[in-house]
């Protein structure tokens, strides 16, 4: 039994990290918007145009014990919640690849393959590991702050579910705004700053943020009338000064291109403001099915390579999504949660697979 459910485990982990043999928009982009109450907001998108991904909410109770999956098909450290959550789950419950705490953290993992080395797995060492895919669920319900994250970090093993499957870097933010980005590099976990509070994919951080450099000249407004030996030229139309955004669906252009929407979205004044601002943001990082796909490979079935869309409120403790099947956004409050008596809960994102249309009646 333990070894078909392993056998499973892998399975998921395959098609989440291995990418299928081929890069199918495996994708994430990450911002973050501060607004003038205080609120701090992180917002992402979830892509995956393999498959559907399934997704699922989980409601977890302080006091709620785990277990992480080991690569030998065997159970590794065990966890236990000292702080309640609402996580979004792919492939699997215990897969959570975005959540918040009740005490305002937000954890999430982001696609990083080609770039990032775990420790091997030690079964020596199994009840200080903890598989990649199970980070978040195990941050969530352990700490407060990205301080308490990165001391944990320092006392446990992070390995892979499956040997041979990509690896992953996180995303830790805290109701103050401050975020660190973790990424674990020839077996040794480097954390990051980002005051940015931008994340997409490989290569990893620090090459990013270098990279932005090589768009200096990009700005919000138009770009100024020119003459050139006599020759009056004026630009076509307004937001000519980001000519040269790069606009191809690669973690550098999208990294870049949320960079730029990001800085230049007017501030907004309450946290709820900000999170319908996010949302208007990565309408711009939607993958449509068939953009990852050769001329002689049919699409998967699904409607969008972007499966998910999520934002949290840090400050009001409110955890929003939306999904490829119903653009609603929806809305878990964690302030109305008793996380002391409330029992677990995993749901899926759609109880329904279809856009819902309204239809309109004249008279």
Same mark, same amino acid.
């Given at each position: 039994m333990k070894k078909r459910c392993f056998r499973g485990i892998a399975a998921a982990a395959v098609l989440l990290l291995a990418g299928l043999g081929a890069r199918r928009a495996d994708a994430c982009t990450g911002i973050t918007l501060k607004a003038d109450d205080g609120s701090h907001v992180v917002a992402r998108t979830i892509e995956w145009g393999g498959s559907d991904l399934n997704s699922r909410y989980v409601?977890?109770?302080?006091?709620?014990?785990?277990?992480?999956?080991?690569?030998?098909?065997?159970?590794?450290?065990?966890?236990?919640?000292?702080?309640?959550?609402?996580?979004?789950?792919?492939?699997?419950?215990?897969?959570?690849?975005?959540?918040?705490?009740?005490?305002?953290?937000?954890?999430?993992l982001f696609y990083f393959p080609g770039y990032g080395r775990y420790v091997e797995f030690d079964a020596a060492q199994r009840g200080a590991s903890i598989a990649d895919l199970q980070v978040v669920p195990w941050i969530l319900g352990s700490c407060r702050t990205v301080d308490e994250v990165r001391e944990a970090v320092g006392r446990v093993r992070i390995v892979s579910v499956y040997p041979g499957a990509s690896t992953v870097h996180w995303r830790f933010t805290e109701p103050s705004g401050r975020q660190l980005v973790l990424e674990i590099i020839d077996g040794e976990p480097r954390f990051y700053e980002n005051r940015l509070g931008v994340l997409t994919n490989s290569p990893g951080f620090e090459w990013q943020m270098t990279n932005l450099c090589n768009y200096v000249n990009l700005r919000g407004g138009s770009a100024s009338d020119l003459t050139m030996d006599g020759v009056e030229l004026a630009p076509f139309g307004?937001?000519?000064?980001?000519?040269?955004?790069?606009?191809?669906?690669?973690? /550098?252009?999208?990294?870049?291109? !949320? %960079?730029?929407?990001?800085? *230049?979205?007017?501030?907004? $004044? @309450?946290?709820?403001?900000?999170?319908?601002?996010?949302?208007?943001?990565?309408?711009?990082?939607?993958? /449509?099915?068939?953009?990852?796909? !050769? %001329?002689?490979?049919?699409? *998967?079935?699904?409607?969008? $390579? @972007?499966?998910?869309?999520?934002?949290?409120?840090?400050?009001?403790?409110?955890?929003?999504?939306?999904?490829?099947?119903?653009?609603?956004?929806?809305?878990?409050?964690?302030? *109305?949660?008793?996380?002391?008596?409330?029992?677990?809960?995993?749901?899926?994102?759609?109880?329904?697979?279809?856009?819902?249309?309204?239809?309109?009646?004249v008279k």
């Open positions: 409601v977890v109770p302080r006091g709620y014990v785990q277990h992480s999956f080991a690569p030998d098909g065997g159970q590794a450290m065990a966890f236990t919640a000292r702080y309640g959550y609402v996580g979004l789950a792919v492939e699997r419950s215990e897969f959570v690849a975005e959540g918040l705490n009740e005490e305002g953290l937000s954890a999430g307004a937001g000519s000064g980001m000519l040269g955004l790069p606009g191809d669906v690669t973690p /550098p252009s999208r990294f870049v291109r !949320a %960079a730029f929407y990001q800085t *230049t979205a007017p501030r907004q $004044a @309450t946290g709820e403001s900000a999170v319908r601002c996010s949302f208007q943001i990565l309408n711009n990082f939607d993958i /449509p099915i068939g953009v990852e796909f !050769a %001329a002689d490979q049919t699409p *998967t079935d699904i409607p969008s $390579a @972007t499966q998910w869309t999520s934002a949290a409120d840090l400050l009001h403790r409110r955890l929003y999504y939306r999904t490829m099947y119903d653009s609603a956004i929806r809305c878990f409050d964690l302030t *109305t949660i008793d996380f002391a008596r409330v029992k677990y809960r995993s749901e899926p994102l759609d109880t329904v697979k279809e856009q819902p249309v309204t239809l309109v009646r």
